[in-house]
Structures are given as C-alpha cells and as structure tokens.
C-alpha cells in the first residue's frame, strides 16, 4: 500500500489537467491531490492510474475518469458534514474524493465482490464511509433524508425512490440516458412535491442495474 513521491508528482499533473479542463472548486482538486488513485486500481492498470481516463475494475464495472469524478462532485455542491448518499460504490475512488471534503457517506454497491474489495481497501487506507451491499434502485430509506445524492452509474431514467430520499433543499447528480451514453442532470428538491431539473453535459457511463448480484 505504498504513495511514493512519483506517485504523488503524478497526482499533482492530474490535478493540473482537470483545472485546465474546468474543475474550479480548490476543495476537489485538493482531494483529487490526496487521495492515491493507483490503490484503487487492478495491479494491470496502476502504471497508467494518473492518466484521465477510466479504467475496468472487474464485475464489467470502471473506475471513472478523473475528470467525470471531479465534475460530477463539483456539481454535488456538498458541504462539510452533510449526509451524502452514493449510488454505485465501485472501486471506492469517488467515496474516498467525497470523504476528504469532510462529508458523511453512505454508499451502496450491487456487486458483492467490488462491495467486498472496496469495503477492505478504504478501511484499509482510513476511510470510514456506511457501506452497503443492496440494490442502488432502492437507496437507503431507512437513513434519509439525504443532503444530496450521486449516481455513478447511467440511468435509464431518474429514480424516484432517490428523488424522496432527497432532503428539501438537497440534491442529486445522476448521469441519465441508455447505452450511448447520458446527460448529467441536477436534480433539486425545492418543496414536498416540486422538483428542479438542470442539465450539464454528455458522459459515458456503465449501465445502473436492479437488484443486487
């Protein structure tokens, strides 16, 4: 589990190119500048970890680019210690991203063995986010209201069981659209009953799938 001074050289170019492409906001890039990529990655792939680009994970899943992550974060708006709910675990990347900006995460992931990695990899690192092993579809009601909510995966449509998850005042960053790829949708929550629907670009996601494997 080494982060060598190449390493982190490496990670300060990153950060250098997802300022260039965009990312204003100096907390994300400040995590983007911490958290060590390359221990997230398969042992195949870790020589190319401070490229901007998404790489396979196994379970037919991604790591995504570096840029989507910070995009998608900064989209987020989230605010030190608010409830952060996070469809999609994953390699554990973006949990770790969201948990330097001081966030309480509660993170679901369908496939048992990235559920398994992840959970042993961010602990491991000193990560402590709410992990579960469930369908994304369904959230955690039992936890919500949430002050904002991510999918890191493309889905067919918004997901209502998400949207009354949704604190009013809270919001969810959700990639929608089918296999050719998604438009990344703000979704806010500005009453009970009265939704706000904001668009931001085209992206490429995995699929967002029911059930749990």
């Known amino acids: 589990m080494t982060d060598t001074y190449r390493h982190k050289g490496l990670r300060r170019k990153l950060v250098e190119t997802i300022k260039e492409k965009g990312i204003k906001d100096q907390r994300i ?12 990655m ?36 989230a605010q ?7 469809i999609g675990t994953g390699s554990g990347y973006q949990c770790a991203i969201l948990l330097e900006l001081g966030v309480k995460v509660y993170t679901i992931e369908r496939y048992r063995e990235l559920y398994l ?53 809270g919001r969810m960053v959700v990639p929608v ?12 929550r500005i009453s009970e009953k009265e939704f706000k629907e904001t668009k931001h670009g085209y992206f490429a996601f995995v699929p967002m799938l029911k059930g749990k494997e």
Do not use: C, W
């Open 80 to 86: 030190k210690h608010e409830k952060v709910l996070e």
């Open 29 to 40: 890039l400040e995590a983007i500048g911490k958290v060590p990529r390359h221990l997230f």
């Open 117 to 169: 990695k992840s959970r042993t990899l961010l602990n491991k690192i000193g990560y402590k986010p709410y992990f579960f092993y469930g369908d994304g579809y369904l959230g955690l009601p039992r936890f919500a209201p949430f002050d904002k909510i991510l999918i890191t995966a493309g889905a067919p449509e918004i997901p209502q069981n998400l949207k009354e998850q949704l604190k009013i005042g």
């Open 177 to 188: 659209g089918g296999s050719g790829g998604q438009v990344m949708i703000v979704v806010e």
């Open 42 to 77: 398969d042992s195949g792939f870790v020589e190319f970890a401070y490229r901007d680009q998404a790489f396979p994970i196994g379970s037919g899943q991604t790591i995504s680019q570096p840029y989507t992550v910070a995009f998608q974060t900064e989209l987020l708006q």
